[in-house]
C-alpha cells in the first residue's frame, strides 16, 4: 500500500512558476512509476507527466511538453512537478499518482494509488 500526497499548489500568475510536491509512503517507493495528472471543472481527467522508476524516462503530452518537468527523487520518496510559463488553462486540481510497474503510463487506469489533489489556479 502506498499513500501519496501531494503539496505546493496554489494561485499564480499568468507566466509564473509552482513547483509541485509529492510525498509517498513506504520503502518500495522505487519500484513505482510515478505520474501527475489534472481534472479541471467539468472536464475529464487529463494526464500531465509521467516518469520511470529510475527517473531517466519521462513522458508529456504536447499541452505541457517544454513546460513542465517531472523529476523524482528515490532518497526522499518524492515525485516533483516543477511548472513554468503556466497558462489559465492549466488551472486544475493536480493528482498525483503511482503505478505498481517500472515503465510509466499515460493512462490513469494503468495506476493504482492516488493522492487527494492539490490546486492549481492561474490567473489572467
Known amino acids: 500500500q502506498v499513500q501519496l500526497v501531494e503539496s505546493g499548489g496554489g494561485l499564480v500568475q499568468a507566466g509564473g512558476s509552482l513547483r509541485l510536491s509529492c510525498a509517498a509512503s513506504?520503502?518500495?517507493?522505487?519500484?513505482?512509476?510515478m505520474a501527475w495528472f489534472r481534472q479541471a471543472p467539468g472536464k475529464e481527467r487529463e494526464f500531465v507527466s509521467a516518469?520511470?522508476?529510475?527517473?531517466?524516462?519521462?513522458y508529456y503530452p504536447d499541452s505541457v511538453k517544454g513546460r513542465f518537468t517531472i523529476t523524482r527523487d528515490n532518497a526522499k520518496n518524492t515525485v516533483y512537478l516543477q511548472m513554468n510559463s503556466l497558462k489559465p488553462e492549466d488551472t486544475a486540481v493536480y493528482y498525483c499518482?503511482?503505478?505498481?510497474?517500472?515503465?510509466?503510463?499515460?493512462?490513469?487506469?494503468?495506476?493504482?494509488?492516488w493522492g487527494q489533489g492539490t490546486q492549481v489556479t492561474v490567473s489572467s
Open positions: 499518482a503511482a503505478r505498481e510497474d517500472y515503465i510509466g503510463s499515460i493512462r490513469s487506469p494503468d495506476y493504482d494509488y
Open positions: 513506504g520503502r518500495t517507493f522505487r519500484r513505482y512509476a
Open positions: 516518469i520511470n522508476w529510475s527517473g531517466i524516462i519521462t
